[in-house]
């Protein structure tokens, strides 16, 4: 809970720099870095890199890969105090008013993350530091960081042109190597549950008692051994309903689901950690028990309904009727826009030689059982110029700032003193 909390301290919801607050207890700092007349300090590299950890953006296997992390992570601060410095010495100026509201917009943001104020407080207790003091470090940051954008678009983006003629010879010369559009389908669907709805109601009622209790890991430990649950272990996109893996998706390391159902049940997710693709979770589930009369009935209830739209019927009103799906009941069981590949290979396979307007057989998911109609299809291939060309504009025009930023940065380092302490190295 100490590291979870400790990165939401930390974490800015601004760009470029992620400050280090100094605890009182902290012992002599070491230099790592000196930059003209200013230094950088051991504890901001490490804050930096324990950040990465915490946002599951470090991937280091070992402490080769660790140190390099490390040595990168200078290299950005280095960076960052000479941009800085550089914009100073232009008397560049931000606007007040922006900073406050920035500075209070990302104390809520990291208020919001805590489930009570007494609990943000014991936080900032056990980092050694005072409300006033993390205020402090976030003006720092974000007024250095509004600095940098100011002299960037002064002394780069001036510099950075890219015509449409530019774009056309990139579009021209490379469109062997563009993405391509994927086939996209638009569907509305129905769909019966194989669950009982008395069972169904009591799981979801204990499940969000559950879920009010949870103010911390330990509560969730203390739930899932009450109940069904415990670590999941480490699983990766495809080892999971899509459903299910919809959710995971949103949930940051350290974070519980809200209430989340499947076809064993309810769960409340939580991600211990995440990498690439691959998550290690664990759960709390209040269980659903399904029978297989529950089955046979959800399939016969499905294929009367198919039926019924097979004989003519308006689909939106079986919809109506029929469906399970909270969501979609209310738009004729409208589910977008989704790409071919996405879909489950059943249902993809039910939409082949479907016509606009026609309906699939009955279809059974993780879910329960499903009567797709097929609103619109758009087709796939080769992007037209004239529907890439703005999505081009701002890929060559980064490519451009890239090159140029690298030659300012390179004048700025060779007119600086800048010495990284060897030990660092």
């Known amino acids: 809970m100490l590291k979870k909390s400790k990165a939401l301290l930390l974490t800015l919801a601004v760009g470029l720099a992620f400050g280090a607050v100094a605890s009182v207890a902290d012992v002599i700092d070491r230099i790592a870095a000196v930059v003209n007349e200013e230094i950088i300090l051991l504890s901001e590299v490490d804050e930096k890199v324990f950040l990465l950890q915490a946002q599951g953006q470090l991937q280091a296997r070992d402490s080769v890969e660790v140190a390099a992390v490390r040595r990168e992570v200078l290299n950005r601060l280095v960076e960052e ?3 800085v410095q550089r914009a100073k010495s232009q008397g560049i100026e931000v606007d007040e008013v922006e900073i406050t509201q920035g500075v209070n917009k990302a104390l809520e943001n990291v208020r919001s993350q805590f ?95 559950i879920a009010a209790g949870l103010k911390s890991k330990d509560d ?60 290690t979770v664990e759960h709390i589930l209040i269980p659903i028990t399904v029978s297989e009369d529950d089955v046979k009935m959800a399939r016969a209830k499905a294929q009367k309904a198919y039926d019924e739209i097979a004989a003519g019927a308006d689909f939106a009103s079986i919809v109506t009727k029929y469906t399970d799906d909270e969501l979609t009941v209310e738009t004729g069981g409208d589910l977008g826009w989704a790409p071919v590949a996405s879909l489950l290979p059943d249902v993809a396979a039910s939409l082949e030689g479907l016509e606009i307007n026609g309906i699939s057989e009955v279809i059974q998911s993780d879910r329960g059982f499903h009567v797709f109609k097929l609103l619109e299809r758009r087709e796939g291939g080769a992007y037209e110029f004239a529907e890439v060309r703005d999505q081009l504009q701002r890929y060559l025009e980064q490519l451009e700032l890239e090159k140029v930023y690298d030659v300012w940065m390179n004048g700025l380092r060779d007119s600086a003193y800048v010495e990284i302490k060897a030990w660092t190295r």
Do not use: W
């Open 81 to 83: 105090r000479l941009v």
């Open 220 to 279: 969730f430990d203390a739930a899932a051994k009450e109940n069904v649950g415990g670590k999941l272990g480490q699983l990766c996109r495809g080892d999971l309903a899509p459903s299910v893996e919809a959710v995971l998706d949103t949930l940051e390391v350290g974070g519980f689901s809200a209430p989340t159902r499947s076809l064993n049940g309810f769960h409340i997710f939580y991600m211990a950690e995440r990498e690439g693709t691959c998550f």
């Open 115 to 209: 489930p009570d104020e007494a609990s943000f407080e014991q936080a900032l207790e056990a980092e050694g530091i005072t409300l006033n003091m993390l205020r402090e470090r976030y003006e720092k940051d974000l007024r250095q960081e509004r600095m940098s954008q100011r002299i960037v678009g002064r002394e780069i983006r001036s510099e950075v042109e890219v015509t449409t003629e530019d774009v056309q010879k990139y579009f021209d010369e490379n469109q062997d190597t563009l993405p391509t559009k994927a086939q996209e389908v638009h569907l509305a669907h129905l769909v019966v549950e194989p669950i009982d709805k008395a069972k169904e109601k009591a799981a979801r009622e204990k499940l969000a008692k």
